[in-house]
C-alpha cells in the first residue's frame, strides 16, 4: 500500500529565503507525481506535474525533482514571497491504482515580511 | 471561467438528512473525481468516472454514499442519513484520459453535519 510523507509538517521562513519542501513515497511503481497549493477553506492549484520519467520539472520559481529509486521529491521556491504562504501537498499515481492520486498531508508553510 | 466548478460551496445539514453535491468539470475533460479532505490531512479519495462509467470505488465509500455521471458531463455526490463523521471539504477533479491525467480541481464544498 502506498504512503505518502511529507516532512516538516509546518515551516517558516523570512521573505527572500529558499524554500524546499520534501515529499516521500513507499511504492516506487509510480506513474506521476503533482505538487499543489491549497489556501485556507479553498480547492487545490496544480503547481507541477512530474511524470515518472521525469527528473524534474520547472516553472517560473518552482522547480520540482523526482527519485523514484529513492522514493523522493523535492518542491524548490526561490526567493520566497508572503505570498507563497500555503498548505502545499503532494500526490503520487501508481501504476496499479492509475488515475487514483494518493496525497500527503502537507505541509503548511508562513514567509514571514 | 473555465475551470471546475462545485456546488454549493458550503453545505450546513442536520444529522440524518440527505444531501446532494455537484460537480462541472472542465468541458473538454472525460475523467472525474470525488476526494474528500477533512482538517490537516491531505485528501482521499472516493471515486472516479470516465466518462458515465464509474470506474473505482474507495472503500471508504459506504452504502450511503452514491455517485452519478449520468451524460458524462456534470456529476452529483449524494450522501443519504448525514453522519457528523461526514463533514469534510468534498473534492471534485478533472482531467483528461490521455496524456499525462493532470487532475485539475475545484474550490469544494465545505459540508457540516450538527
Same mark, same amino acid.
Given at each position: 500500500?502506498?504512503?505518502?510523507?511529507?516532512?516538516?509538517?509546518?515551516?517558516?521562513?523570512?521573505?527572500?529565503?529558499?524554500?524546499?519542501?520534501?515529499?516521500?513515497?513507499?511504492?516506487?511503481?509510480?506513474?506521476?507525481?503533482?505538487?499543489?497549493?491549497?489556501?485556507?477553506?479553498?480547492?487545490?492549484?496544480?503547481?507541477?506535474?512530474?511524470?515518472?520519467?521525469?527528473?524534474?520539472?520547472?516553472?517560473?520559481?518552482?522547480?520540482?525533482?523526482?527519485?523514484?529509486?529513492?522514493?523522493?521529491?523535492?518542491?524548490?521556491?526561490?526567493?520566497?514571497?508572503?505570498?507563497?504562504?500555503?498548505?502545499?501537498?503532494?500526490?503520487?499515481?501508481?501504476?496499479?491504482?492509475?488515475?487514483?492520486?494518493?496525497?500527503?498531508?502537507?505541509?503548511?508553510?508562513?514567509?514571514?515580511? | 471561467?473555465?475551470?471546475?466548478?462545485?456546488?454549493?460551496?458550503?453545505?450546513?445539514?442536520?444529522?440524518?438528512?440527505?444531501?446532494?453535491? =455537484?460537480?462541472?468539470?472542465?468541458?473538454?475533460?472525460?475523467?472525474?473525481?470525488?476526494?474528500?479532505?477533512?482538517?490537516?490531512?491531505?485528501?482521499?479519495?472516493?471515486?472516479?468516472?470516465?466518462?458515465?462509467?464509474?470506474?473505482?470505488?474507495?472503500?471508504?465509500?459506504?452504502?450511503?454514499?452514491?455517485?452519478?455521471?449520468?451524460?458524462?458531463?456534470?456529476?452529483?455526490?449524494?450522501?443519504? =442519513?448525514?453522519?457528523?463523521?461526514?463533514?469534510?471539504?468534498?473534492?471534485?477533479?478533472?482531467?483528461? =484520459?490521455?496524456?499525462?491525467?493532470?487532475?485539475?480541481?475545484?474550490?469544494?464544498?465545505?459540508?457540516?453535519?450538527?
Amino acid at each position: 500500500k502506498q504512503e505518502v510523507t511529507q516532512i516538516p509538517a509546518a515551516l517558516s521562513v523570512p521573505e527572500g529565503e529558499n524554500l524546499v519542501l520534501n515529499c516521500s513515497f513507499t511504492d516506487s511503481a509510480i506513474y506521476n507525481l503533482q505538487w499543489f497549493r491549497q489556501d485556507p477553506g479553498k480547492g487545490l492549484t496544480s503547481l507541477l506535474l512530474i511524470q515518472s520519467s521525469q527528473r524534474e520539472q520547472t516553472s517560473g520559481r518552482l522547480n520540482a525533482s523526482l527519485d523514484k529509486s529513492s522514493g523522493r521529491s523535492t518542491l524548490y521556491i526561490a526567493a520566497s514571497q508572503p505570498g507563497d504562504s500555503a498548505t502545499y501537498l503532494c500526490a503520487v499515481m501508481t501504476t496499479d491504482s492509475w488515475g487514483k492520486l494518493q496525497f500527503g498531508a502537507g505541509t503548511q508553510v508562513v514567509v514571514t515580511p | 471561467d473555465t475551470g471546475v466548478s462545485q456546488n454549493p460551496r458550503h453545505k450546513i445539514t442536520k444529522r440524518g438528512q440527505n444531501v446532494t453535491f =455537484r460537480c462541472d468539470p472542465i468541458s473538454e475533460h472525460n475523467r472525474l473525481y470525488w476526494y474528500r479532505q477533512t482538517l490537516g490531512q491531505g485528501p482521499e479519495f472516493l471515486t472516479y468516472f470516465q466518462n458515465e462509467a464509474q470506474l473505482e470505488k474507495s472503500r471508504l465509500l459506504s452504502d450511503r454514499f452514491s455517485a452519478e455521471r449520468p451524460k458524462g458531463s456534470f456529476s452529483t455526490l449524494e450522501i443519504q =442519513r448525514t453522519e457528523q463523521g461526514d463533514s469534510a471539504m468534498y473534492l471534485c477533479a478533472s482531467s483528461l =484520459r490521455q496524456g499525462d491525467n493532470e487532475q485539475f480541481f475545484g474550490p469544494g464544498t465545505r459540508l457540516t453535519v450538527l
